[in-house]
């Protein structure tokens, strides 16, 4: 479930996987910074890239799938030339990834990326070590309460993470934490009966630079 091939094989089974929206996570905590470059990991089918990209930012969008790239690319261009130009559209295996060629972004999102423990950790520093002086982080997941909900989640205990685990990961000499959060917010089953689900959400200011 971590492939290339497992997630073209998602992507390519619809024309559409996710709704087309920028998460709502990204809209709380990225509305009201200044626009500046982002490097959003993975990134799907683009619409959080998009929505960066609208508002001015520099946007390298960053996913495992080339389909969800191409699509995202093609719904940038729809949108607009000024948007389009300002997203780059790059293809990794988040697994193997090394780190992002840039070393200094003025804000990283990570948007329901879900690693086995190890490998997650190890990508959540390489994010963290990514972001410049003065920038923001913000590390969106699914919270481990979801798996005692309805929620359609894999049973595999070991992919969540809360926020408090990622701030803990932070040398707290060099890091603001600014939410250390699980908000609520309200879903549906398939047939139809609403439910809650918490989000994991992580937001934090790297200091300057000593």
């Not at 993975?42 to 080339?66: F, K, M, N, Q, Y």
């Not at 261009?77 to 697994?95: F, N, S, T, Y």
């Not at 804000?107 to 950790?121: G, N, W």
């Not at 926020?163 to 600014?178: G, K, N, Q, R």
Request: some cysteine; aromatic content about 8%.
């Amino acid at each position: 479930m971590f492939s290339q091939a497992f997630w073209d094989g998602r992507y390519g089974s619809r024309s559409e996987l996710w709704s087309g929206q920028p998460n709502s996570q990204l809209l709380v905590h990225a509305s009201k910074l200044r626009p500046g470059t982002a490097l959003d990991v993975g990134c799907g089918e683009g619409a959080d890239a998009i929505w960066l990209a609208e508002r001015g930012w520099h946007v390298t969008a960053l996913d495992v799938s080339p389909v969800a790239l191409r699509r995202g690319a093609s719904r940038a261009v729809e949108v607009g030339a000024a948007v389009a130009q300002r997203i780059d559209w790059v293809q990794a295996d988040l697994l193997a990834w090394d780190g992002p060629e840039r070393t200094s972004y003025d804000l990283v999102s990570a948007q329901f990326m879900h690693l086995p423990k190890e490998p997650r950790e190890a990508m959540f520093g390489r994010l963290a070590a990514s972001v410049a002086p003065g920038g923001t982080l913000l590390i969106v997941g699914h919270h481990p309460s979801d798996l005692q909900t309805a929620a359609r989640r894999p049973p595999l205990p070991e992919l969540f993470f809360t926020a408090s685990e990622v701030a803990a990961s932070l040398d707290p000499h060099a890091w603001e934490i600014l939410v250390d959060a699980a908000p609520e917010r309200s879903t549906t089953d398939p047939q139809g009966h609403t439910f809650l689900i918490h989000d994991t959400v992580l937001r934090a200011r790297r200091g300057p630079d000593p």
